[in-house]
């Protein structure tokens, strides 16, 4: 079973409208974190915001936010207002134990948004 | 300040050919991690160090896979006898802590590899 699930090939917002990326994770792991990257056309990836399964509040950094429904497990990203820099790759990942203790990232497949002027 | 550092950006091997490929961390992080990435998919992870310690290498996809981090800090990741399959981008990521608590990771630029 796929351990991220991102179901968005692709998607498109207007510029200064707000859009939501979706994510479905699957682990047997109590403690676990959730993280969201940007890979811009550079091929760099960029740090977005965490979730930790125990955090009791939904993460928060700038315009993006996490909606973190654990009993779903789903961790979506919502970009508000967005600008035409969003146009990237955006990757969910899960970090949970290994049995080797590296705490290595999980990665989706990624969504393609495109923001449109 | 410095971020993670790869090189080179960009490397062509014949196929047979042996490669190498330089990480560079952030200074002072103890976890480093390699990543493959196919072209239109999300990374894999490949293998982990804690400092100089190789904790994890699971993930390296075959014997013709090695990495490296004698001294803690710059990791090198060797790809003997190339094939096709190989091509990807590789991106190298480090953290200043471990475990749980690793925080994010810092990714770097990776290097494309293509294997002719």
């Known amino acids: 079973a796929q351990k991220i699930t991102q179901t968005q090939p692709g998607m498109f917002v207007q510029e200064k409208e707000a859009v939501t990326l979706d994510c479905t994770y699957d682990?047997?792991?109590?403690?676990?974190?959730l993280f969201w990257y940007k890979q811009p056309s550079s091929g760099e990836m960029i740090f977005l915001i965490y979730?930790?399964?125990?955090?009791?509040q939904n993460a928060t950094e700038g315009r993006y936010s996490l909606n973190f429904q654990k009993a779903r497990k789903s961790a979506n990203l919502v970009i508000s207002a967005s600008q035409l820099g969003d146009s990237a790759m955006y990757f969910c990942?899960?970090?949970?134990?290994?049995?080797?203790?590296?705490?290595?990232?999980?990665f989706g497949k990624g969504t393609k948004l495109s923001v449109i002027p | 300040g410095a971020g993670v550092s790869q090189s080179p950006r960009y490397k062509v091997a014949k196929r047979g050919q042996d490669v190498a490929l330089r990480c560079d961390p952030i200074?002072?992080?103890?976890?480093l991690f390699w990543y493959q990435q196919a072209l239109g998919q999300g990374p894999e992870f490949l293998t982990y160090?804690?400092?100089?310690?190789?904790?994890?290498k699971s993930g390296l996809p075959s014997d013709r896979f090695f990495a490296e981090r004698p001294e803690g800090s710059v990791s090198t990741l060797k790809i003997q006898r190339t094939q096709q399959e190989d091509s990807a981008v590789y991106l190298c990521?480090?953290?200043?802590?471990?475990?749980?608590?690793?925080?994010?990771?810092?990714f770097g630029p990776g290097t494309r590899l293509t294997v002719l």
């Open positions: 990521a480090s953290s200043p802590r471990t475990g749980q608590g690793a925080g994010e990771q810092f």
């Open positions: 682990t047997s792991d109590p403690s676990y974190g």
């Open positions: 979730q930790g399964s125990y955090d009791q």
């Open positions: 990942a899960m970090r949970e134990a290994s049995g080797a203790g590296s705490y290595q990232l999980t």
């Open positions: 200074s002072g992080h103890v976890s």
């Open positions: 160090f804690q400092n100089e310690a190789q904790l994890d």
